[in-house]
């Protein structure tokens, strides 16, 4: 897994600094170090270019400086299509998750009530596309460590009542950020993720021990027909996800063969 991670990092470098040269290259940006400076290095042009860059700033001679003015202040409630605020996310969260799901369901650490994924604002429905003043909703959806179940609600904004549920099986949104770092902790945990720990160890020159040492981005895994058995055959009934780890201000660290089953709490590693 070591040398795999070596070569694998070095295409990824190079690719990023071919991109970096050939966006530079598009839309004409003057590398640092080379504004206002003459082939035989000398300084005059740059004094200049400087002089000039200081009286631009200044604006015309006697003005004061330009004043850029603080975006507005968020309000408790946005208007038709406007994204949810910070505030409606809060109470919509609280409106659907009532006691009875509560208390009835766990989240990906084995604890009382579901794994919050994503609330969104919805869609209008089809006969009020054209009507400024349709009600404004959202959905909140939730995952159930409990018995695997996908859970919806769509939130009314405006009276505050729980318009529709929904339940689903076999359905797998985009991972949240705390079920990434659950995985990351049963990999780092696990006999499968010795190789993880010493990747990280020899980029790092420290012992890897927690997800919070790692940045981390992970996508859903399914089980295909051909890998139906073992501990991944139940992936996609159970939550599976494969990490992408990368070193904080460091190098992305190979993991891709590993499967974290976060609904079992194992991890199983892909053929071939």
Known sequence: MRETVRRHLGKVMAGAAVAVAGTAVMIGITLPGTAGADESGGTGNSQAA??????????????????????????????????LTDDEIKRVERIALNQQLFQSSENVTGKRGPQRLDVELAA?????LDDA????RADVTFYDYKDDTLV????????????????????QPPPSRDENTEAAKL???????AGLRADYQDATGSRLTSPDQLLLTAMVYKATPGDRSGVLGQCGEHRCVRLFPKVRNGPWIDARSFVIDL??????????
Do not use: F, M
Not at 52 to 70: T, Y
Not at 152 to 170: F, H, N, P, S, Y
Not at 187 to 193: D, V
């Open 133 to 136: 003043n349709a009600p404004r």
């Open 263 to 272: 609904s079992a709490g194992k991890v199983g590693k892909l053929a071939g």
């Open 124 to 128: 209008p429905d089809d006969s009020e």
């Open 187 to 193: 990999l780092i945990a696990s006999p499968q993720g």
């Open 50 to 83: 400087g002089q000039a860059a200081g009286q631009a700033a200044d604006g015309p001679a006697g003005a004061p400086p330009a004043v850029v003015e603080a975006a507005p202040a968020e309000g408790a409630k946005g208007k038709g299509s406007d994204p």
């Open 152 to 171: 919806t609600k769509t939130v009314d904004l405006d009276t505050g009542k729980v318009e529709a549920t929904g339940t689903q099986r076999g359905v």
